[in-house]
């Protein structure tokens, strides 16, 4: 008789439970893997691998930032700090399958400890929210309008884009091939961008990676410079989340001296990340060592160098080098014979104060926008310094400015604003007309597939009344997405520019009358429209076409928000050289803090609730109007109603 020993006993049971636990969580609904501290995945059973899509033999070579659209470093980092205290933390992020969908999770991470090491495990639930890209319907109606409506817009928002990639291009090109050095560095502290001009003032070998968090490009910056204090404090390990301005002169072993600047980059007021400006002072260095020595000397290397050198006594120039005469434009003799005012040719001037270690002043960085004695604007880099007791011009103090010429960097600078610009209203137009597609589209394209499902399972069940009132609903349905097509296509075509002003004669009163009757036949008469003529309207010179669109829409808006049985006033004021048209209702009113957006694309007012709309209509009327060569205003106040008047040039005849 054998009997097996305790431990072999045991070991038998864990291995058992490992196993029984393992198929219980390989079967499991929800998703459970495990992290380490730096995101890489150790273990993911079956439900991870099926909702994102990957096999387990790609997610664990992965890590967790490649599967969650929302991961940062600073806050996984935060989350792990959190993690710490509280042992649990549950929240709601985004995850991105192989294919490209994005769909929301609930996450639970717990700390737990394997073999004495932090391990991070994650419990994730898929949520049913809608996904956060457009999918194509189930079960949708095939509708050729549609694509034909929004083929125009796709091709405009395409041309945008293809005019911003255009200026990204330029802002590039520009930046390439600026005389200084730039660096890029965003908010967490990764370098973005920098220009071949960096590479060659470094002399970066090639096998070096340019980050931050590269040990070998670290130590290979501060094998190149004599101070590494200075270098890692000022430079390296600045934070980038700083709002304070630097200005530091780095000396090199090979005798160089790099002159760095940096200011925070905002966005939306928010400091999004940090650029550094680095240009070679090394000839200009040695200038201002010269000057120590003495004058005869200083004329000697100032006018060998690149750089602009002025030296003034009470603004007025005293000295200036060749150099300077190219940036001004002037002869030496205009700058220093002729009582010259250095003053006289700056538009604008920027102060940044750059101190000693010590704290006392030493110089000024100043950038100048100067105008040219040819009439061009140029901006110069310039460090300013007092030389009292340096150099002797007649006993009096003498200020010298050293200037290079940044106009390539200013013009950069303002072109990657402009593009910033550009690219945040697409993202808003982009994201205010998706919204507006799905908010729009969704309820008559569900009604569509429902009433159509019925239909196919009933139609020979049900009697012919049943069949047609569901029927009913499916033309109610198409003719919502058709109207709407069609107000998509008409503010396409008036942005493009596509539309034209073709007046003729008209007799207004008659005009007037029939779009009040086609408004009737419409809507089936459920709001009174009372017509109200002054003044001889029988023949006048307007584009029918152009006005028929903004009173239809006008009055179209004045029956929907009214409340009550209230009528609608058009009334139509025919003077000697114009036609006013004011359009009243006793409606809902239009707020104050909207009456200044109301004609912007896809804005609907604050106090709309439930009544559907585009907000696309009252955009279309501006845009006509402003082409026609009208006028338009409103005045409303909340709860008691809205006038909109349009005042429209004419010819009588």
Request: charged share 25%; net charge negative.
């Amino acid at each position: 008789m054998i009997i097996e020993e305790p431990s072999s006993k045991f070991r038998l049971e864990l291995q058992q439970e490992l196993k029984v636990a393992q198929i219980l969580i390989n079967h499991a609904r929800d998703a459970a893997f495990c992290v380490e501290k730096n995101g890489q995945f150790l273990y993911v059973n079956n439900a991870t691998c099926s909702i994102v899509g990957y096999s387990r033999e790609e997610l664990l070579s992965m890590t967790l930032q490649d599967v969650d659209i929302n991961w940062k470093r600073q806050k996984w980092l935060g989350q792990w700090e959190l993690l710490k205290q509280r042992g649990s933390i549950s929240f709601e992020t985004s995850y991105q399958s192989k294919t490209g969908e994005v769909f929301a999770v609930e996450i639970s991470y717990i700390l737990e400890v394997l073999a004495g090491k932090q391990v991070c495990c994650v419990y994730g639930r898929r949520l049913n929210k809608d996904l956060l890209e457009l999918k194509p319907q189930q079960g949708r109606v095939e509708i050729s309008n549609l694509e034909d409506g929004l083929e125009e817009k796709v091709a405009e928002y395409q041309k945008t884009d293809d005019q911003l990639r255009t200026s990204l291009s330029l802002l590039n090109s520009t930046l390439e091939s600026t005389v200084n050095g730039i660096l890029a560095i965003n908010f967490e502290g990764e370098i973005l961008y920098y220009n071949q001009k960096y590479i060659d003032m470094w002399h970066l070998p090639s096998e070096v990676r340019m980050s931050r968090n590269c040990s070998k490009a670290k130590a290979f910056f501060e094998s190149q410079v004599k101070d590494v204090e200075l270098f890692r404090s000022q430079i390296w390990e600045f934070p980038t989340e700083s709002d304070s301005e630097t200005y530091v002169l780095l000396e090199l072993k090979d005798g160089r001296i790099f002159a760095h600047y940096s200011e925070p980059y905002r966005f939306n007021g928010n400091i999004i990340g940090r650029v550094w400006s680095i240009w070679d002072i090394t000839e200009s260095r040695r200038t201002e060592e010269a000057l120590k020595l003495n004058e005869a000397r200083f004329r000697t290397l100032a006018e060998n160098t690149e750089a602009g050198i002025f030296l003034l006594q009470e603004n007025k120039v005293c000295y200036a080098n060749r150099a300077a005469e190219m940036l001004t434009g002037y002869s030496i003799k205009e700058l220093v014979h002729n009582n010259f005012n250095f003053e006289q040719i700056i538009q604008v001037k920027q102060c940044r104060q750059v101190r000693k270690q010590n704290g006392e002043a030493s110089c000024e960085y100043q950038e100048m926008q100067i105008l040219t004695k040819q009439g061009w604007n140029l901006w110069l880099a310039c460090t300013i310094e007092q030389l009292h007791g340096v150099l002797d011009f007649a006993g009096k103090k003498v200020e010298m400015i050293t200037a290079i010429d940044i106009t390539d960097y200013k013009q950069a600078e303002s072109e990657l604003r402009q593009a910033l610009e550009q690219a945040r209203r697409l993202s808003e137009l982009r994201q205010r007309f998706v919204s507006m597609l799905c908010h729009q589209f969704r309820t008559p394209l569900n009604v569509v597939s429902f009433s159509s499902d019925l239909l196919r399972r009933n139609i020979h069940q049900w009697s012919e009344e049943k069949n047609r009132s569901y029927l009913d609903l499916i033309q109610h349905a198409v003719e919502q997405i058709s109207q709407l097509l069609d107000e998509i296509l008409l503010f396409g075509k008036a942005e493009a520019e596509k539309l034209k002003c073709e007046p003729r004669q008209l007799d207004l009163k008659q005009f007037c009358n029939d779009i009040i009757a086609q408004i009737y036949l419409a809507g089936g008469k459920q709001k009174a429209i009372n017509f109200i003529s002054e003044g001889g309207c029988s023949n006048r010179s307007v584009d029918p076409k152009l006005l028929h669109h903004i009173l239809t829409n006008l009055l179209s808006n004045a029956v929907k928000y009214s409340v009550g049985s209230n009528a609608v006033i058009l009334e139509l004021i025919c003077q000697e050289d114009d036609v006013i048209f004011k359009v009243k209702d006793k409606g809902i009113g239009i707020p104050v803090v909207d009456q200044q957006q109301i004609f912007e694309p896809f804005y609907r007012g604050s106090n709309i609730d439930s009544i559907p709309g585009t907000g696309l209509g009252l955009s279309i009327v501006k845009t006509l109007a402003d082409l026609h060569g009208c006028e338009i205003s409103l005045s409303s106040e909340v709860g008691v109603g809205t006038t909109f008047i349009l005042k429209v040039p004419s010819i009588k005849t």
